[in-house]
């Protein structure tokens, strides 16, 4: 018989063979492997920095965050590295810019959801992305030689009016060259506004038409609506977004370190010169050695450390946020 | 005629005033006073924006000119003078090798995420940690850098900056390009199975090329980012003052770095090359965010 004398004929089948089953194993494992790049990469950034400044810790102990001195090259004794005033001057810094450029943030994520008039929402949008777009030493450079100088007389009578004050009046102390812990903030405000004001955004334009109709329908004015409607629905959202740009503002390294002053200083004196952690290790790396060069890096795992935990705490607040609201959408 | 309707009642006529007009001072005032404050914020935005391009044109285009682009950068702060080419070079070469390693590793990255990991813990905790890693310093990457390959290979190179700033770019490539392969619609994938492809085949010659544009385009913000980073350059390229074309041999610089030092100083032929470096750099960063806007809104899938 003809038949029985065909080779067994293979079972059908409809996926290519041989070579290609070999390269979907290798191209899913090669995916993967480059997924895992991203762990790898954080992992190592650790392991890494906190091995090369355990020479500044291992002096310091815990003083490498509780001492205020920050000495490289004492006339006697040994080197001191505190990481105090640079922590505060960070801090300060950033809780200035968050304190203008949150409510900023809010306003035009507002604008750009309830209040724009179509033909003015892509105007508006590239404004935000350009500000994005503006690479931060030029809105450093800018700061330097064109913003300080130009606050100086402002400073000069903001000090006047409210440095009589007692206690509040600290706040405004004397003046100095117009770099200082508020021009810092100010700058840092324009520089994280446009990731608050994206996310904000975001958050926003999920709250369900249903619930703004609603309190339109019930009398409320555009103001009440959003009082009542979106407010609430989106706070969570804002929270995450606010520590994004806080976690943003901390990190930001070349502009603060134009613009601040580049003194080791705790004070309450805005006007006065300080330092932020980022912006001493890019100032003093260059002429650094030794132990000097690990008290650096040490600050560099310590602002690695807060910026990773803010990141992780923003992110899971901002997912759920977004996952309670894409529940309720009706 | 009892069948004629009643004249159309005026809230007047008994119903509660639902008009404008009703509404109490108080009330009326606030909204306003809201509506105006948003108006507020929307100025203070565009303020500081056209501030600064208004600055850096005005005192950047002073200094522009054909041999600004081409000089050498003088070795003394204090000479007038000079321009800023190597930085050119250095930007140009360093921030291009950063986008060849990241941009590949990026998409594949999200490939995984999108077609392969989806909903998996895995797959989870490598989005939470991507944009993670979009907030870490930059001034971090360059220490990481510095630690991991300057100390390793033992001197600072073009090469190094460009690790640093694709370990900066890899993380937004991944979650732009996932969000580009999410709006890839299915059928498609299924219509390649369909048709006997293998998942690889599919992926790289369906899914991929369908969404290949917004991937171009979230790639160049991407690189336009990454340009304009300064302080892992700082760090880990070190200061030249003639053009290296030559990445893996010797210290480089790049314009972000060169505006830093710059900019620092008092004399006003060094503040003068910042502002014209700083001119230059944001040309070159606006042309890779204009190409980008302009592939995602010319090519890009209709989001459905």
């Known amino acids: ?330 | 005629m009892t069948l004629t309707a009643p004249p159309a009642a005026r809230p007047a006529a008994g119903g509660p005033d639902l008009t404008r007009a009703a509404l109490s001072g108080r009330r009326r005032f606030t909204n306003h006073l809201a509506t105006a404050a948003i108006w507020v914020a929307v100025l203070l935005a565009v303020i500081p924006l056209a501030l600064v391009t208004y600055t850096v044109l005005a005192k950047g285009g002073g200094v522009m000119s054909l041999s600004f682009l081409n000089e050498d950068i003088p070795n003394s702060y204090r000479r007038e003078g000079g321009g800023m080419g190597p930085a050119i070079v250095g930007t140009l070469l360093i921030t291009g090798m950063a986008a060849l390693m990241a941009i590949p590793l990026g998409v594949f990255g999200a490939i995984y995420l999108n077609e392969y990991g989806k909903q998996r813990p895995l797959a989870r905790v490598i989005r939470l940690m991507s944009d993670v890693m979009t907030g870490v310093p930059s001034i971090v990457m360059g220490l990481f850098i510095y630690i991991s390959w300057v100390l390793l290979v033992g001197e600072q190179t073009g090469f190094a900056g460009a690790l640093a700033l694709a370990c900066l770019m890899l993380p937004v490539v991944i979650r732009s390009s996932e969000e580009m392969l999410r709006l890839v619609p299915d059928e498609l994938r299924q219509a390649s199975m369909a048709l006997g492809a293998r998942k690889w085949k599919t992926t790289l010659t369906v899914v991929l090329p369908a969404a290949i544009s917004g991937i171009t385009s979230g790639s160049l913000l991407a690189v336009a980012r990454a340009a304009g980073e300064t302080a892992p350059i700082i760090i880990v390229t070190g200061i030249v003052f003639s053009p290296n074309w030559n990445l893996f041999d010797g210290s480089n610089t790049a314009l972000p770095a060169q505006i830093f030092r710059n900019a620092s100083q008092p004399f006003p032929a060094a503040q003068d090359r910042a502002w014209g470096a700083a001119l230059t750099l944001i040309v070159i960063v606006l042309g890779f965010t204009i190409i980008a806007r302009f592939i995602s809104s010319r090519f890009a899938i209709k989001e459905r």
């Open chain 1, 1 to 330: 018989m003809t038949l029985t004398n065909n080779p067994p004929a293979a079972k059908p089948t409809l996926t290519q063979r041989g070579s290609s089953a070999l390269g979907d194993r290798v191209f899913s494992w090669w995916t993967l492997g480059t997924g895992l790049l991203v762990l790898a990469i954080l992992g190592l950034i650790l392991i890494t920095t906190v091995r090369e400044a355990w020479p500044a810790f291992d002096a310091m102990g815990l003083r490498f965050i509780t001492e205020r001195v920050w000495d490289p090259n004492p006339a006697t004794g040994d080197a001191i590295f505190g990481a105090l005033s640079f922590a505060y001057g960070t801090a300060v810094s950033s809780l200035i810019a968050l304190l203008f450029a949150v409510p900023v943030s809010v306003g035009i994520a507002l604008f750009l959801t309830e209040l724009a008039p179509r033909r003015l929402r892509g105007p508006a949008v590239t404004v935000i992305d350009l500000l994005a777009a503006v690479p931060s030493v030029v809105f450093g450079l800018w700061g330097i030689l064109v913003v300080a100088p130009a606050l100086v007389p402002i400073y000069q009578w903001m000090h006047d009016v409210f440095g009589g004050i007692p206690l509040l009046g600290r706040l405004f102390g004397p003046v100095g060259s117009g770099r200082n812990f508020m021009t810092a903030g100010l700058i840092l405000a324009i520089m994280v506004t446009p990731i608050i004001t994206s996310i904000t955004r975001e958050v926003f334009s999920t709250v369900p038409r249903a619930d703004k109709d609603a309190a339109l329908a019930l009398g409320a004015t555009r103001w009440e609506m959003i009082r009542g409607a979106v407010f609430p629905h989106s706070f969570g959202g804002v929270v995450g977004a606010v520590m994004l740009g806080l976690g943003r503002a901390m990190g930001e390294t070349i502009a603060v370190a134009l613009v601040i002053g580049g003194a080791t200083n705790i004070t309450a004196n805005l006007f006065a010169p300080g330092n932020s952690m980022a912006a001493v290790i890019v100032q003093q790396f260059g002429e650094s050695t030794g132990t000097f060069t690990a008290a650096l890096i040490g600050l560099g795992v310590v602002l690695f450390a807060m910026t990773v935990l803010i990141n992780v705490l923003a992110q899971v607040v901002v997912r759920r946020a977004e996952a309670r609201m894409k529940g309720s959408v009706a």
